[in-house]
């Protein structure tokens, strides 16, 4: 089940002020088997059934819409006998609302030279214990059918920027590498579509679009998965060590040719700047790593910049991370920013001492603040659309980023 | 500013049923500076200005109404100079109800062969830095004025039950070196006390009886303590390593002799058996790490006995960790417990997931369901005392831990 409704886009406008070119923007509301998700949307990532240091109970109070589990490691552990005892993954880690899995392709590509792809499938040894696996494309929608996430990934390739084979290892992946992997996705999406057919599954499953650094690629990759004619389709082999300059270029080909009353997912990006950008080229739902795996290491998002806890400029300060937030780290169980005068949360100095003193408090209030940006920021991006204001909102965003804390 | 009510008693009776010898067990109610706190009741152990892992809201949401802090630990780190610059500890650390604070004598006294005690106090080399220290009875009233704790304690010398002197190292301590140390404690007492008056601190201070396995020293302390007519009297110098009937008889002994009118707190100690045994020898607060590190360790408190999560005949149970516990971990966010008919608790097969992959969400509910365990179980001791069965109470507390998960 998957509806999806495009709510506003981003026009471009003439105005006493001056002309605004308009951007491939979009507003919209996808409705899943759990819940209805309001896009653009980014989705906290709970790779083991638990996004790291949050209680579920907190990414609903931040107002998280979706979150994703990784099919890979959860086939690894608990394993899908356990959760499948559950009926799934919502209830074993108590999340109601709808939740994405991955395929477990781009998890297996990274085991390096630990794996062997062949036309079938992955061979690969479990990091857990060694043991001999493989992963093919039936295999990946059998064991996401047994998490009944709302929304299954097709199993694919991700073309790496730079090889990983021993052979070529460390050189920019060719046209003709890059054209292999992504016909092999292409084939693949069929053989994951004719599965997830078989197996009945209620749910919906989006294609990927591959095709590394190459535009040509990308549009031969879209135009197979368009025959196939997924429910939602994702751009992959972003974000995977290439110039941003490269990322870029591709999202700018790629964003604006998405079929348009489809849902657009840009797999695994990035920071607050790409997710903007991501935007501005039509793409509709985000995850990434970075705000957890920031906020265990002290990293912090704020609206004017990044802010790293650790340094000992913040040791006697009184202020929030962000004195616009009304995350619970920022304000507290009142919700009140600092700007507007609330004094619950907790200040730079008491995190700046969690962080020092290697305390558990430490990561579970930043990754609570980081994860609350993130869905602010799409909170706030969704407002600035559906106000038809977005390139405004787009200009000040820059400008406070860069103002600094 | 301290007050305390007894409210009730745990008188004998002679009921159609049988006669209890009724026990030593008090309910009352103590009011300080930050709030009222009722008694009986156990305080979580906020080391560093954080329960580890655990939110202040939580606490709150399970019925905390004073949390400890260290001044030894706090005075390393961040040092009294951050939080005097926010008037103290509660602002730090976002906890607006009573705080109780030791004196960092036992932290000092851990440090074994590390420190050297005189007269004036102790000598001791900085486990954070290296940097040469010195802790007298004035400087711990000093930090503890700073850290504004509603109940600082005296500084003392916790009497070990073996030696940790160089000379002496590994032998059980002797009436003349016990002697010596309570009465170098007697001393302090009367130290710290001069100095809580000339900071003018409005909190209470509390002295500790000290004396080691011998009931004649215990006695002699506790009459030098109320010479000085201390407002709380504490019983220092247990659950230091000795066997539990050394530290059994000890309480025995000294509990009951403890002044009527003033609240009794047993530092350090323990186990719910342990706190069982404190309220029927009249003691009204404890405080432990006992919940908290065995929660990071995978060890759970239940009503039925004690529980590895680690085990993997937890793997695919669906049940929650205690089956009449109300616990967010146990419960969820509806609050109704398992055996209720509340299905929106976590299961033990989840939580055993998470210990295995060490997601920090693992400990986090943990710490919460072994405070709340300890927490309510003092609750379930007030209520018991409230309605004039104690007796019963502490029978049916014995044959539930005795069932077995």
């Known amino acids: 089940m998957l509806k999806f409704e495009l709510l506003a886009t981003d026009p471009a406008t003439t105005t006493p002020e001056g002309s605004y070119l308009g951007s491939h923007a979009r507003r ?3 409705t899943l088997n759990h819940g209805v998700v309001q896009t653009p949307i980014f989705m906290p990532v709970g790779t083991y059934g638990t996004v790291k240091g949050v209680m579920p109970r907190s990414l609903e109070e931040m107002g998280a819409q979706i979150i994703l589990g990784n099919t890979f490691h959860l086939w690894m552990r608990p394993g899908t006998e356990v959760i499948s005892q559950f009926g799934g993954l919502h209830d074993f880690e108590k ?21 062997k792809i062949s036309e079938e499938g992955v061979k690969f040894s479990s990091p857990v214990n060694g043991d001999k696996l493989f992963l093919t494309p039936e295999i990946s929608m059998q064991i996401q059918r047994a998490l009944n996430s709302d929304i299954a990934m097709q199993f694919d390739e991700c073309t790496p920027y730079l090889s990983v084979e021993p052979k070529t290892k460390g050189q920019v992946t060719t046209e003709r590498e890059a054209r292999d992997s992504m016909e092999l996705s292409l084939r693949w999406a069929k053989r994951c579509q004719a599965e997830m057919d078989r197996l009945e599954n209620p749910n919906a499953l989006f294609g990927i679009v591959q095709g590394g650094m190459f535009e040509h690629l990308r549009d031969e990759s879209l135009a ?18 290439e ?37 501005q080229n039509g793409i509709d739902m985000f995850d990434c790593v970075m705000p ?10 704020s609206r004017f910049g990044d802010l790293k806890i650790r340094n000992a400029r913040h040791k006697t ?25 609330g004094r619950d949360g907790f200040s730079r100095a008491y995190l700046h001492h969690l962080d020092r003193c290697g305390e558990m408090l430490g990561p ?17 991006v969704r407002d600035a659309l559906d106000a038809g204001r977005f390139g405004a909102f787009v200009k000040q965003f820059h400008a406070d980023r860069a103002r600094g804390v």
């Open 243 to 279: 110039p941003k300059e490269h990322m870029m270029r591709v999202l700018q080909h790629v964003g604006p040719k998405l079929p348009k009353h489809k849902p657009h997912y840009l797999m695994g990006v990035g920071t607050p700047e790409d997710l903007i950008a991501g935007v």
């Open 224 to 241: 197979g998965l368009e025959e196939l004619d997924f429910p939602g389709i994702a751009v992959g082999g972003l974000s995977v060590g």
């Open 364 to 380: 579970m209030l930043a990754s609570i603040h980081n994860l609350h940006y993130y869905l602010n920021l799409m909170q706030e």
């Open 95 to 115: 999340w109601d609302k709808p939740i994405l899995t991955d395929s477990g392709g781009f998890q297996v590509w990274s085991l390096g030279e630990m794996r």
């Open 292 to 301: 957890t795996r920031n906020a265990r290491n002290g990293t912090l998002f």
């Open 317 to 341: 300060d009184k202020q929030p991370l962000d004195e616009t937030c009304t995350c619970h780290a920022c304000a507290g169980t009142s919700g009140v920013s600092w700007a507007n005068g």
């Open 28 to 30: 919209g509301r996808l």
